[in-house]
């Protein structure tokens, strides 16, 4: 199993930007795909961004293309989500994720894919 732990969320107005981070222990962080998730209030919840173990692939979801970008650092058991041009609609809890990849250039865009979570934080974006 590995342990996930998200920090960096905040207020922030429409338009800028903020760099959330998600710190893994208790296995070999770089034989797991990793995953960005959220939710909002009344809302189910959606995928975000996702990249492979090895930091080779990377996919988005429509909404944040061009304005996201996730990244890793596996010598720091560290994945980050740097988020720009922030919009209210990005308003919502974050959600890191973690799953052994048996292929180091595979992602997963679905929830039930992944089967370590963190608790998240929350991001707040005014208008």
């Known amino acids: 199993q590995v342990q996930l732990v998200e920090s960096g969320g905040g207020l922030v107005q429409a338009g800028g930007s903020l760099r959330l981070s998600c710190a893994a222990s208790g296995r070999t962080f770089s034989v797991y795909a990793m995953g960005w998730f959220r939710q909002a209030p009344g809302k189910e919840r959606e995928f975000v961004a996702s990249i492979s173990s090895s930091g080779g692939n990377t996919y988005y979801a429509d909404s944040v293309k061009g304005r996201f970008t996730i990244s890793r650092e596996n010598a720091k058991n560290t994945v980050h989500l740097q988020m720009n041009s922030l919009k209210p609609e990005d308003t919502a809890v974050y959600y890191c994720?973690?799953?052994?990849?048996?292929?180091?250039?595979?992602?997963?865009?679905?929830?039930?894919?992944?089967?370590?979570w963190g608790h998240g934080t929350q991001v707040t974006v005014s208008s």
């Open positions: 994720a973690a799953r052994f990849s048996y292929y180091s250039n595979t992602y997963y865009v679905q929830g039930n894919e992944y089967n370590n």
